[in-house]
């Protein structure tokens, strides 16, 4: 009996002991707030027929689970938790040998579930995501003590292909439903200011890439965002508007949207790669543009992947719209190339003053965050985090404050040279051939 009750303090003594240490441990944009409720660990077991899927709480909390289809997932929304636990802990099983983001097919495994994500969603609310191995039917989602603590658990079972779908149907329903309209961005200020709008990659329970020494691209991001923003800002030259300034999630149309609604002058997309383990010779940063074709193969999996992140947050696929068969809409969408294929090349030449390039920096694909079709955009994916060199960089104060400087340049740059008059018409047309021919 006394071994139990001390097992039982010691649990309870860890809740507090995770939030301090964690908190001591990540960057500022990492720092949950303590008031919220505490997960320090989470794991999955394979009971006869069923999956478990169980998190232990500080408390227990309501929750909403639900599935969705294309791909198959479980979902389970719940209040706002501080998720004290390694984001690595539920990726599949071959890619948490590797912690990064591009992956071959998981291997197949015991259980309905191949792997699972967990972050915040939104203020006030977190998120769970399972990837299921098959259709799968919920049997329940609850909450209740256990010795020390109290476990979050979600008990999963197979099911026939159309009862999955139909459970899908009425997943991406409700979840339709429960979805308020996004939150309208601050009016474009009276000045004459350009608005320049900064997006930092992922975010909430889309973590983006891991390296194997605990660097998380959402962090990282988020980060390099704030210090080019303040540099902008001082320059007094921009207005400058953030797709997300916390750990929050933003799906990929709401970041075009924000753009397009204030008129963006220049949408900047900050992120970071990984590649798998026999990758880790390649470094250096990448410029990306749209475009309808990829330049290389390797463009089209690095755009492949992040147009998923709606999916890995947990969202339904939104199907797209296509492109509208305009005249107007068309040459409009042809000089936005233009514009952002000559800011890439600008930018890719100031940033090689304080970064390492890739050996082929300047690539594009079709990438749903660049695809305003008024908005120049460019793609920033700041290094890999499967090279520890690029990791040393990415996460060093200094490294940070050097690139910024040149990206904040580049930007000068670029406006420079589209004022007064605009870009000269053989850089529109140079820029234009380019665009059209892969970006390269």
């Given at each position: 009996m006394r071994l139990v009750m001390a097992i039982n303090l010691l649990k309870r003594a860890a809740f507090a002991a995770a939030a301090a240490?964690?908190?001591?441990?990540?960057p500022t944009a990492a720092r949950a707030e303590t008031a919220l409720p505490i997960a320090i660990a989470a794991h999955t077991d394979v009971r006869g027929r069923e999956t478990r899927l169980s998190f232990t709480l500080q408390s227990c909390l309501p929750t909403e689970a639900y599935l969705l289809g294309n791909p198959a997932r479980a979902i389970v929304d719940l209040p706002e938790v501080n998720f004290q636990i390694d984001p690595a802990q539920g990726e599949a099983q071959p890619a948490k040998k590797r912690r990064h983001r591009h992956h071959a097919e998981p291997a197949p495994k015991a259980g309905l579930i191949a792997s699972y994500r967990f972050g915040r969603l939104a203020p006030g609310k977190s998120r769970i995501v399972a990837d299921l191995t098959g259709p799968a039917a919920i049997v329940s989602s609850s909450c209740a003590p256990v010795p020390g603590a109290d476990e979050l658990t979600l008990v999963l079972a197979p099911a026939s292909d159309a009862d999955f779908k139909a459970a899908a149907r009425a997943g991406a329903r409700r979840q339709a439903l429960a979805d308020a309209p996004p939150p309208l961005p601050p009016a474009q200020p009276p000045s004459e200011k350009p608005v320049v709008v900064i997006d930092p990659g992922h975010g909430g329970v889309d973590t983006g890439a891991l390296s194997k020494h605990h660097a998380i691209e959402k962090f990282i991001v988020l980060d390099f965002a704030k210090a080019l923003g303040a540099k902008l800002t001082a320059s007094g030259h921009y207005h400058i508007v953030f797709t997300r300034t916390d750990d929050t999630?933003?799906?990929?149309?709401?970041?075009?949207?924000?753009?397009?609604?204030?008129?963006?002058?220049?949408f900047v997309s900050v992120h970071a790669d990984s590649l798998p383990s026999d990758g880790d010779e390649?470094?250096?940063?990448?410029?990306y543009t749209v475009s309808d074709r990829a330049s290389d193969a390797e463009a089209a999996k690095i755009a492949e992947h992040e147009n998923m992140a709606d999916s890995a947050a947990g969202e339904e696929t939104k199907e797209d719209a296509g492109d509208v068969n305009d005249i107007l809409f068309d040459l409009t969408r042809r000089e936005t190339r233009a514009y952002s294929s000559v800011f890439a090349r600008s930018l890719a030449q100031y940033f090689k003053v304080a970064a390492r390039l890739n050996k082929n920096p300047r690539r594009s694909a079709g990438f749903v965050v660049l695809k305003s079709p008024d908005v120049p955009s460019v793609l920033l994916e700041l290094g890999y985090l499967s090279n520890a060199r690029d990791v040393s960089d990415l996460t060093s104060p200094a490294w940070r404050d050097k690139a910024t400087t040149q990206v904040a340049k580049a930007i000068d740059n670029y406006f420079a040279m589209r004022q007064p008059a605009g870009l000269p018409a053989a850089s529109a047309d140079a820029a234009l051939k380019a665009t059209q021919s892969g970006g390269n």
């Open positions: 240490l964690v908190c001591a441990a990540q999630f933003v799906s990929l149309g709401e970041r075009v949207r924000i753009a397009r609604r204030l008129n963006a002058a220049l390649v470094s250096g940063a990448t410029i």
